[in-house]
């Protein structure tokens, strides 16, 4: 079965060779051999949110914060959100006031990694310390309730007749929610140089855009649209996975040859002792195994996706790889 890579790059038009699925349960060593010895709690942890609250990587922070201190592998936790283009503003202001602080954590994921790809600035990445792929999830597109398009064969109508004329919000320039958009343009048969595409900091943000006619259309995490597809404001047109989810049909099912999924994740300063990082490798590792932790996957629509270690890190290697190749194939711009 083709994997969410497969999928990605050949909407892209590019070949690279058969990598690891997304989705393994976690890491090829086990989750007891990751946490023997168990790690001793800390007084405080900050985590540092790239993004402005409400969206999904402010949900996944808070949740990992909640399991912390639910397992008491932590006493207290501080939040700091400061979003902009896609966390790279972020994870410079980390890097910059964090770089060396053993009790300080960074959410990131696929967006920050493609928000990077698009401008040309994949070797930030390097001045933070990968701990683990938490969760991932799938993209949901949406169009405003008594809009004019009302669902997803009179998008791609309008589409291929006048690209310009369906502005698409979603997260971050060049990030997932932007390369969907481009794929599935793409896959219509329509040049994506054209996209009018809208970034945003967060699902509410993109859905301001459509409620004001700045957008015809937005993508993002289901979990950022569910209140609005449960009351009704919001008509979801497609999801992202390959078969139907959350009752929603799949782009596949409807017939545009395309699928992708998101990952968020967590990393830790650059500037630290090795085994400061193995600590808190561990205490993440140990809050992804608490009630609290599976309860927040269970809200939040998300899939478990824990990865760490030598995998994670060969995993962001592909990554930032396949999002420089399909930010040049689809022509996305900051």
């Known amino acids: 079965m083709p994997t969410r890579r497969h999928t990605l790059v050949a909407a892209a038009g590019l070949a690279l060779p058969a990598i690891a699925p997304l989705v393994p349960a976690q890491s090829g060593r086990s989750s007891a051999a990751a946490t023997s010895g168990a790690p001793a709690a800390l007084p405080r942890l900050k985590i540092y949110i790239p993004a402005n609250a409400g969206g999904g990587w402010d949900q996944t922070g808070r949740s990992l914060g909640g399991a912390l201190q639910a397992a008491q592998l932590v006493q207290h936790v501080e939040y700091e959100n400061k979003g902009g283009k896609g966390g790279t503003l972020g994870l410079a202001d980390f890097v910059a006031r964090h770089g060396s602080d053993p009790d300080a954590l960074l959410i990131g994921g696929m967006v920050m990694i493609g928000a990077l790809a698009v401008n040309r600035d994949e ?37 291929r007749q006048n690209l310009a004329t369906v502005p698409i919000a979603g997260g971050s320039a060049g990030g997932v929610d932007h390369m969907l958009a481009g794929m599935i343009v793409r896959s219509l048969g329509v040049n994506p140089a054209g996209l009018q595409y809208r970034p945003t900091s967060s699902g509410k943000d993109a859905v301001v855009l459509l409620q004001s006619g700045q957008a015809a259309v937005a993508i993002s995490g289901y979990s950022e649209f569910k209140a609005g597809i449960e009351d009704k404001s919001l008509v979801p047109l497609a999801v992202s996975s390959r078969k139907t989810l959350f009752g929603i049909p799949s782009l596949r099912e409807q017939g545009i040859d395309t699928e992708l999924a998101n990952w968020r994740g967590v990393f830790a300063p650059g500037l630290l002792e090795d085994s400061r990082k193995v600590a808190l490798r561990q205490l993440v590792i140990r809050a992804t195994e608490s009630p609290a932790w599976r309860q927040a996957l269970l809200d939040n629509n998300w899939l478990g996706s824990l990865l760490y270690g030598k995998e994670f890190e060969d995993f962001l290697a592909i990554e930032q790889g396949i999002a420089s190749a399909v930010t040049l194939m689809l022509k996305l711009k900051a």
């Open 123 to 159: 070797q930030a990445l390097r001045q933070v310390t990968p701990i683990a792929r938490l969760t991932s999830d799938y993209m949901v597109l949406v169009a405003p309730a008594g809009g004019r398009i009302t669902d997803l064969k009179k998008m791609v109508a309008e589409v």
